[in-house]
């Protein structure tokens, strides 16, 4: 699975977007790009993932580059309760181990 | 109606005590996972279990032993205590494959 790199901190307003970058340069064709967050002495949270295209949810939207070289993951209206670590990960699916490899994350802190 | 649980939240033990942690999941799902999380945050796999079958060991010491008697329970069993075992641990489960996992909220186990 390829390796990325997150930033190790951000800040972001309460109500204001939040934007998650994660750089993912070795990224293979058939590796998927997923975003977990796992707020305080909780487990882990899935929020969404993408191949190419650009996806949306209720949680977040999921920009991808042409080039699949990078991701940002957008919280469009940050809450006090989006605090949180956000891992992005990429994997093959379906794996054939089926492990998430979990990096250092960001922190997001969201101030009022 | 809880996904993945955990039993016990908290567990604080002597060095050189044997102790289990308990995992179910209601999700109907083919794969379940131990996940350790130290003190320093890092999240890192242990083992994973496929339909009661073990597929992932990650050269985890012997004295953690994981049994899946059925496909909806996965427990780990800890022998011989270490405080180097403190730490919070997560079970997960996922569809096989790794897509969509679900985490439990975490046992915090004390060595002391």
């Known amino acids: 699975d390829a390796k990325t790199t997150q930033p190790p901190s951000m800040d972001c307003a309460e109500g204001r977007a939040a934007n998650l970058p994660c750089n993912h340069s070795t990224i293979s064709g058939n590796e998927y790009v997923y975003w977990y967050r796992q707020i305080h002495s909780q487990g882990p949270q899935y929020i969404i993932h993408g191949l190419k295209n650009n996806e949306t949810n209720e949680m977040a939207s999921l920009i991808i580059t042409e080039d699949r070289k990078s991701s940002t993951l957008i919280l469009p209206h940050a809450t006090l309760r989006d605090t949180a670590v956000y891992y992005c990960i990429v994997r093959v699916e379906p794996g054939n181990t089926g492990k998430l490899i979990f990096g250092q994350g960001t922190t997001l802190q969201v101030k009022p | 109606d809880t996904a993945v649980s955990q039993t016990p939240k908290y567990l604080v033990t002597q060095m050189g005590n044997d102790k289990s942690i308990k995992c179910e999941q209601n999700?109907?799902?083919?794969?379940m996972y131990w996940y350790k999380q130290d003190s320093k945050k890092f999240l890192k796999i242990m083992f994973s279990?496929?339909?009661?079958?073990?597929?992932i060991n990650e050269t985890v010491p012997n004295r953690f032993s994981p049994k899946s008697p059925d496909k909806a329970h996965l427990n780990l069993h800890i022998n011989s205590l270490e405080l180097g075992d403190s730490a919070v641990y997560f079970c997960?489960?996922?569809?096989?494959?790794?897509?969509?996992?679900?985490f439990g909220s975490g046992t915090r186990l004390t060595v002391v």
């Open positions: 279990y496929n339909n009661k079958e073990l597929i």
């Open positions: 997960a489960s996922s569809p096989h494959g790794g897509y969509g996992y679900t």
């Open positions: 999700l109907g799902h083919d794969t």
